[in-house]
């Protein structure tokens, strides 16, 4: 399952493999399209009779190089990228799903995935309950339907910090013949992988930590090829009946354990879209070219950073898994114990109020629409990435009112802690 080499070297030498002659670093192949002798070649493409590349809304070799080097990572059997983390989960789920399909998802997952799949699926017609990540095994299991197509869930949830019991929800998932998704942006494959644990397919928002820089917003998904459609194909017809956009060829049958990520991209990516530009695709090369150096020390600082604010009088309360004591520290021990993420969110004893003043003094720290990236930064999650949600559902999703989101970055400990203490003192 996992790669036999280890995961550093991957990270360097994944995906390129030039031939005698080639270029030492992967191509920017900045080309919409791609040249063929004869049309009866070009058809065959089109009918997926032939592997081949021919224009770039489907599919480009740069992106799949960097698809293929992430697959790798993840111990996975395919893989693709997408031109944003929204679009990967959309693509994950409704690939699978349909209008009068339902699935299951962890309530505390990211605000932009919360409201892609409770507001902008539902008016596709797909329905979602979500769950409880803490809820016993029977509590969730009683939300499958009939026409449930898969659990979703993320590795560390963003930003409320809850490590996902993956063997609970592998083990629900598998026992009503679905598949189990796990968004694995926050802890990444240097610090988990969701496929050890019996998670089917995983995605990742490649703008956080994989490009690592803060330059370029993508997506990908990797399929473990672990999931037997065929096993339960009156769920899943989509993989295993006659697609008639492709002259009544089955996923299963012609693509094996690349079936969901054919599909993925030959329906729902010709269909909709949401490619990653292959300039992006070479940038975040780059960017995971050190993921293996840089993960390690995102958490050694985050560590640091929980432990000042945690000994602090004006701090009410600290989230971190990678923290002992934390509510999560045990099951992060146990599905990532080499570490967690760079995130810590925390709050201040004076509330909304003093979160804002305490950002507006930081120097060091930016106040910025994002995380995971080699910058140390902060959010104020109730006033930024999650104002479209109520009170109410605030509170389901995990976050506090009062709660800041800061990203450690990679700069030296110490300046890190001593900007927030300045800040907190001012
Ligand atoms: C940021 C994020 C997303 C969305 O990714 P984009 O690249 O911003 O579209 C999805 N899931 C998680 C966990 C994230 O942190």
């Not at 009503?176 to 240097?190: H, K, L, M, S, Y």
């Not at 990653?276 to 780059?286: E, G, S």
């Not at 923290?323 to 520290?329: V, W």
Request: with cysteine.
């Amino acid at each position: 399952m996992s790669s036999k080499r280890s995961i550093e070297t991957t990270c360097i030498q994944g995906g390129w493999q030039p031939k005698n002659g080639e270029p030492r670093i992967l191509p920017i192949y900045q080309s919409t399209t791609f040249k063929y002798s004869t049309s009866e070649q070009m058809g065959r493409l089109f009918d997926l009779e032939e592997n081949g590349y021919f224009y770039t809304r489907l599919a480009n070799p740069t992106n799949d190089t960097v698809a293929a080097k992430i697959c790798e990572m993840e111990g996975g059997a395919a893989a693709m990228l997408t031109s944003s983390g929204q679009a990967a989960n959309f693509y994950a789920v409704f690939n699978i799903c349909e209008a009068g399909d339902h699935f299951i998802c962890a309530s505390t997952v990211y605000g932009g995935t919360s409201n892609l799949f409770t507001v902008t699926m539902k008016k596709m017609g797909v329905e979602v309950t979500l769950v409880d990540p803490d809820a016993s095994e029977e509590e969730i299991e009683k939300e499958i339907r009939p026409n449930t197509k898969c659990i979703f869930g993320e590795s560390i949830a963003n930003p409320a910090l809850v490590v996902l019991d993956f063997e609970k929800f592998a083990r629900i998932a598998h026992r009503n013949g679905i598949p189990f998704i796990v968004d694995n942006t926050f802890a990444t494959p240097i610090n988990c992988r969701p496929f050890e644990w019996g998670a089917d397919i995983v995605t990742h928002s490649t703008t956080k930590y994989m490009d690592g820089h803060a330059m370029t917003v993508g997506g990908c998904i990797v399929d473990s090829g672990n999931f037997d459609w065929d096993a339960h194909a009156d769920k899943f017809p989509g993989l295993t009946t006659p697609d008639e956009s492709y002259h009544g060829i089955i996923y299963t049958q012609k693509f094996g354990k690349a079936a969901y990520i054919t599909k993925a991209t030959a329906q729902v990516m010709r269909d909709l879209g949401s490619i990653q530009a292959p300039m992006n695709a070479f940038l975040l090369n780059i960017g995971l070219e050190t993921l293996h150096l840089r993960v390690p020390r995102h958490c050694e600082n985050a560590l640091k950073v929980a432990e000042f604010l945690k000994s602090r009088e004006d701090v009410a309360w600290v989230n971190y898994p990678g923290l002992k004591g934390d509510k999560y520290y045990d099951l992060a021990q146990k599905y990532m114990p080499n570490g967690t993420c760079g995130v810590i969110s925390f709050g201040l004893k004076g509330g909304r109020e003093a979160a804002a003043v305490f950002m507006d003094k930081l120097k060091l720290a930016a106040i910025v629409t994002h995380v995971a990236d080699a910058r140390t930064c902060v959010l104020h999650p109730a006033s930024h990435t999650h104002r479209q949600l109520t009170d109410e559902q605030l509170v389901e999703a995990g976050v506090d009112p009062s709660m800041i989101r800061l990203s450690v970055g990679i700069e030296n400990a110490e300046d890190i802690i001593e900007d927030i203490r300045q800040a907190l003192e001012a």
